[in-house]
């Protein structure tokens, strides 16, 4: 999700293709790093972050674990709550397209803000987490990985078909000019460094939480060095296809592409408005932004869901629906577009990025690097080379710990 809401408008921010070499090189050694080392924490102790957390420092013989382990659950929670609303954005809009009220809208601008104002979108906003609920009611593999194999593939199809008709407008080969041939310059400045890696990180949702929660549902013999090899690959493949299909269509009507966040729901319905067809192709998008934007929410609230089963002793239909109505409840206070930037923002800079230091330290420190290394090898077909342990005890560390005192700094860096 993070791919379609950002990438975009980073790579129309820092000089199209610049801003690959970065972002490739992150997003390959965070993968080999930080998300190898999520998956794995989560597979040794069969336990998200507040178990995970408590195991890690009982090795020690230390306590607190479990209070540690609550603050990325808690951060991932809050983004839930957000999420949960921008699907409903999507969803509403997805209706406007079908009904004809969006296409008809005279701003597009203006359309966008009665539904980003404060409960502005309480029956869309309620049909998004009733959806989600439905799939995380059936678990984990008749619902969570049953519905990511139909939707995923859907969305890159939908995104397919939307790229053969971006090929087809006048201007459009300007779009694919500026995120393919590289402005040099934009190397040089530490900014395009700095924002590829926090695009990286958070696109590959390093956070202490999501990715340790999947890694417990992991079985013993399941290869993580291939698994995180093809979340990078898809998850790159994800990013340029948003990429090529919405950069493009914003140089071929003559728009800003660093117009920022803005690009999907203010910049692209002007698009479609003067576009060829411009309806059906609005509903594919909108459908392509649903299937993308519900398999990130699923994922975001299993990890207070698994919390809440496993630390309050219920059964799953009672944590799934519990922890629903009360993503519901209150993201009725903050429908407000304001508001939702700044819980985002805060979410963000401060619990997400300190998560992952968290789990980066219980797991290459305190359960210690060579017990880390020894899990992440299970199921393997090699063993990691003599890299891996600098890497990870001391580069993801350090990286973690600047993607979090650089979002302060700058404000956010993903």
């Not at 921010?13 to 190898?36: D, E, N, R, S, W």
């Not at 890159?156 to 407008?169: A, G």
């Not at 979340?231 to 919405?246: E, K, R, W």
């Amino acid at each position: 999700m993070g791919n379609i809401w950002l990438f975009p408008y980073r790579i129309g921010q820092f000089g199209g293709a610049a801003f690959l070499i970065p972002y490739i090189i992150f997003v390959v050694l965070l993968g080999a790093t930080g998300l190898m080392g999520e998956f794995a924490f989560g597979r040794m102790t069969q336990q998200g972050p507040i178990g995970a957390f408590d195991k890690a420092l009982k090795t020690r013989g230390k306590k607190g674990g479990k209070i540690l382990g609550a603050i990325p659950v808690i951060g991932t929670f809050i983004i839930a709550v957000e999420y949960a609303i921008v699907v409903g954005w999507f969803i509403r809009f997805f209706a406007g397209y079908i009904t004809g009220s969006a296409m008809n809208a005279a701003d597009s601008g203006a359309y966008f803000g009665q539904i980003a104002g404060s409960f502005g979108s309480v029956p869309w906003h309620f049909i998004a987490l009733l959806l989600v609920l439905i799939v995380l009611l059936f678990g984990i593999s008749s619902g969570i990985e049953k519905i990511n194999k139909v939707m995923m593939p859907a969305f890159y199809i939908l995104f397919l078909v939307l790229f053969v008709r971006v090929c087809t407008l006048d201007g459009a080969v300007d779009g694919f000019k500026y995120l393919f041939i590289p402005k040099w310059e934009y190397l040089s400045q530490p900014k395009t460094w700095i924002y590829a890696l926090g695009q990286a990180f958070f696109s590959l949702s390093l956070s202490g939480s999501g990715m340790l929660v999947y890694g417990s549902y992991l079985s013993r013999d399941m290869n993580i060095v291939d698994g995180a090899k093809k979340t990078v690959i898809f998850d790159t493949l994800a990013a340029l296809t948003a990429a090529v299909v919405i950069i493009p269509s914003v140089f071929a009507f003559g728009l800003d592409p660093a117009s920022g966040p803005p690009l999907l729901f203010i910049t692209l319905p002007a698009i479609f408005k003067v576009m060829p067809f411009g309806r059906l192709f609005a509903i594919l998008f909108f459908i392509s932004l649903i299937f993308a934007s519900i398999t990130t929410l699923v994922c975001l609230l299993e990890v207070p869901i698994e919390a809440v089963q496993s630390n309050l002793k219920v059964n799953r239909k009672v944590a799934v629906i519990s922890i629903c109505a009360i993503t519901f409840a209150i993201g009725l206070f903050v429908e407000n577009g304001d508001v939702l930037g700044q819980l985002l923002d805060f979410s963000s800079i401060y619990i997400a990025p300190l998560g992952a230091f968290m789990a980066a330290v219980m797991f290459f420190w305190v359960i210690g690097i060579d017990n880390a290394k020894s899990e992440i090898e299970k199921g393997a077909a090699h063993e990691l080379g003599s890299w891996f342990k600098p890497m990870a005890k001391y580069v993801y560390v350090f990286i973690a710990m600047f993607v979090l005192v650089a979002g302060i700094l700058l404000g956010g860096i993903g």
